[in-house]
């Protein structure tokens, strides 16, 4: 791992973190499970170009998906 890939990881598990505490005190489901998303997916993925798809694809799933 190089650190821009964990840099990366890094930016988008503390998102996750944000994502996750505003979907659960909002009662928001799709903002809950994408920030859990984003917390782990980072650990099992490891390419950084693939990190940056995934985790631009999660944020965009709260405002896509409004419940």
């Not at 791992?1 to 890094?10: C, E, K, P, R, V």
């Not at 503390?14 to 859990?36: D, E, H, N, P, T």
């Not at 965009?60 to 409004?66: E, F, M, N, R, S």
Request: without cysteine.
């Amino acid at each position: 791992m190089d650190t821009a890939t964990l840099l990366s990881g890094l930016l988008f598990s503390s998102i996750g973190v944000g994502y996750l505490m505003y979907g659960k005190k909002q009662q928001r489901q799709a903002a809950f499970f994408s920030g859990l998303a984003l917390l782990g997916y980072s650990y099992l993925v490891s390419d950084l170009w693939l990190i940056w798809v995934i985790g631009l694809a999660l944020l965009a799933v709260p405002i896509i998906w409004k419940n």
